[in-house]
């Protein structure tokens, strides 16, 4: 059976005032409904990122779904698995017939190597104005910790490449705050002592946005609940070289970070080799 698009303008009076007033109609068939495949093939200069492409005729929009929670869109995309393990590409197609779907595993077979940008003791702090955070560095183990309302940060500067991954992770841990906030920041503004960072966040526990006001300790690119980056598990790429700083934020208002605070611990911005 054969499937039509149809279009009728009739007029809406029985008789028409305006001269050459004549109906229109025209027909248009759908084409064939889709078969959705594509290719993945591992770069060989680095098995950790593998480029994907659509091989269905006809597409017009391609959406991709991967299993560790990145999505991606067009025809053809790299994409990068910074750990090793078994990993589901799902594509949909639409095509001028329709729609479909179709999903490959695909297997890393090691984690890629990266190295650590940043130095356990060049943490810098940051006075943000106002009522200072307790901040403490104890052999790279950094603890924000106050009893009323407080603001502050540290910060570290790392040159980034262009088109590079790059991963930004810690280990963050709590008893619960109430009206709280600890912060991860990868921007190339520069930070100003006595005034506010106000650079783009990329990661946060935020109790206002419903992580860190029950007992919590894991790495923040995964539990965190705001920020540009939740959902990307610490994973970023720069358009050009530049000059970015890590910036990490804490304080309270109208609360505290809770007893004993928040440790960070294990903090790494980590630059795919």
């Known amino acids: 059976m054969k499937r039509y698009i149809g279009t009728l303008a009739v007029a809406a009076m029985l008789s028409c005032t305006i001269p050459a007033c004549t109906p229109e109609s025209s027909t248009k068939e759908l084409g064939p409904l889709p078969t959705a495949s594509f290719t993945a093939t591992p770069l060989t200069t680095n098995p950790n990122r593998v480029v994907v492409s659509s091989t269905t005729k006809g597409g017009f929009i391609w959406n991709w779904t991967i299993s560790d929670g990145t999505t991606a869109k067009g025809e053809f995309d790299t994409l990068h698995f910074s750990k090793a393990g078994e990993y589901t590409v799902q594509l949909t197609v639409f095509t001028n ?93 520069a930070p100003v002592q006595g005034k506010d960072y106000g650079g783009t966040k990329y990661i946060a526990m935020n109790t206002w946005s419903g992580c860190g006001s029950i007992p919590f300790d894991g790495n923040i690119a995964e539990i965190g609940c705001d920020g540009g980056g939740k959902g990307k598990n610490g994973y970023m790429e720069f358009s050009k070289a530049d000059t970015v700083w890590v910036v990490i934020k804490g304080g309270s208002s109208g609360g505290t970070l809770g007893t004993g605070g928040m440790t960070l611990s294990n903090i790494q911005f980590l630059e795919e080799q």
């Open 97 to 189: 017939g329709g729609y479909a779907t179709t999903a490959q595993k695909i297997t890393i077979a090691n984690d890629a190597p990266t190295k650590d940008l940043l130095n356990t003791t060049d943490w810098t702090i940051l006075n943000t104005g106002g009522t200072q955070t307790t901040i403490t560095n104890t052999n790279g183990t950094i603890n924000f910790s106050n009893t009323g309302n407080t603001n502050g940060a540290i910060y570290q500067m790392v040159m980034v490449k262009a088109h590079t991954p790059y991963t930004v992770a810690a280990n963050i841990k709590g008893a619960g705050a109430t009206n709280s906030w600890l912060e991860v920041y990868c921007d190339t503004i």
